[in-house]
């Protein structure tokens, strides 16, 4: 897909995401907005995925290991076809399959059910593994969250996935610098992310998250890199999109309300 249909479709996920947390009174649209564009261009130029057959052999998958940004992928689905965007705006509704965190037994297109942080990426390891075993040519992505990183399970996964040399594994950082508490630094400093996992063995690439050229090169770099996982660590800015959520922590998980919703849709050129 090309730039401009990518970043035209990056807003429609974003206004998704903020309507369906607006109807919903509740959810995450922080870091939901921060990966809004990593995760359009998986769906919509990365990955090799069929809305009209989820379940195909040889797919490419992706674990949302930062599941409380549910939105962002359903919203991401619902653009890409696997369902409509109306059933999606039922979020966190009583009988919706659309819960705050993604099910794998309600939702087509969701790999693993996450929420729990740090074993997303470990599942990924467990997938991108077994691909090697069964040779299956599908290829895994995870998107991380920089207060996930914290968790103790990363770093297990961080040591395992290079051991077992899986080149077929991408993972992705959504670095905004922020979480529920604040800014990482205060909560619990990750730094240095890059030297860190280079240090476990990964080839790390450094982006702007929001520029999908760079976005595209580093998947590109990756798919070249061989006997080595990837870790793209993407610079992002939480809210992203969204003027008075940009870079404030207390949008973390945070509904908008209806005044507030309305500026952010016409910010983000209007609703779906």
Not at 84 to 102: A, V
Not at 119 to 133: C, D, H, I, T
Request: glycine share 12%.
């Amino acid at each position: 897909m090309e730039i401009k249909a990518l970043e035209k479709t990056a807003a429609e996920i974003r206004a998704g995401i903020v309507e369906a947390i607006s109807n919903a009174g509740s959810g995450h649209p922080g870091g939901s907005l921060s990966a809004a564009d990593i995760v359009t261009a998986l769906y919509f130029d990365e990955m090799n995925v069929d809305p009209k057959n989820p379940k195909m052999e040889g797919r490419d998958k992706f674990i949302l290991s930062k599941g409380h940004a549910g939105p962002v992928q359903y919203s991401a689905l619902a653009a890409k076809g696997y369902f409509s965007k109306e059933d999606f705006l039922t979020l966190r509704k009583i009988g919706s399959k659309f819960q705050g965190h993604p099910d794998m037994n309600k939702v087509p297109g969701i790999e693993m059910s996450t929420g729990s942080l740090g074993q997303g990426f470990s599942v990924a390891g467990g997938m991108a593994m077994a691909n090697k075993l069964n040779h299956d040519p599908g290829r895994i992505y995870v998107l991380l969250g920089d207060g996930e990183i914290q968790e103790g399970i990363i770093w297990e996964a961080a040591m395992s996935i290079p051991h077992y040399q899986l080149d077929n594994l991408v993972a992705i950082l959504d670095h905004n610098g922020l979480q529920i508490d604040g800014k990482n630094e205060d909560v619990m400093n990750v730094a240095p992310v890059i030297e860190k996992f280079q240090a476990f063995g990964w080839n790390v690439i450094q982006i702007d998250g929001h520029n999908f050229e760079e976005i595209l090169d580093a998947f590109k770099q990756a798919r070249a890199c061989k006997g080595k996982p990837t870790m793209i660590v993407a610079e992002t800015i939480k809210g992203k999109g969204v003027s008075f959520m940009e870079g404030n922590a207390g949008w973390h998980g945070k509904a908008p309300n209806a005044d507030e919703t309305k500026q952010a849709l016409a910010e983000l050129g209007g609703d779906r």
